[in-house]
């Protein structure tokens, strides 16, 4: 017969983690919120000897190595977006990682060619 700690925690689950005990008690970063589809990357400076990093830090500071969204660190990381958003701000006060320069109105498809595209998808 399983124990209650059995049913609730699968041997390859291991230990569990509340959120707010990656984000040392917040809910909110200190500064502007990181958006959802920022592009981030490393600056490939190391912290100083004041900064103290959690596993998780370093984890997402090894993902910004390449340029990468929030949602999708987020999504890599198996931790909640609030949790993910509230540890890139620290990272970014720290001055490790920081928005990639990229222009992103020039990114987006002109909306005239979106139009004609909904318009043949409405037609079949």
């Known amino acids: 017969m399983e124990t209650p700690r059995e049913r609730w925690i699968g041997r390859d689950a291991g230990p569990v983690v509340r959120p707010y005990a990656v984000t040392r008690g917040r809910t909110r970063a200190r500064g502007p919120a990181v958006d959802l589809v920022a592009i981030l990357v490393a ?9 103290w990093l959690s596993r998780e830090h370093r984890m997402l500071l090894q993902m910004c190595g390449r340029p990468s969204t929030p949602a999708d660190l987020a999504s890599k990381a ?22 990639s320069d990229q222009d992103r109105q020039s990114e987006r498809p002109d909306p005239r060619i979106l139009m004609r595209v909904l318009d043949e998808l409405r037609r079949l």
Do not use: K
């Open 78 to 99: 198996d931790l909640p977006f609030r949790v993910v958003q509230i540890l890139l701000a620290d990272l970014r006060e720290y001055g490790l990682i920081e928005e």
């Open 43 to 51: 600056t490939g400076r190391t912290p100083g000897d004041r900064v």
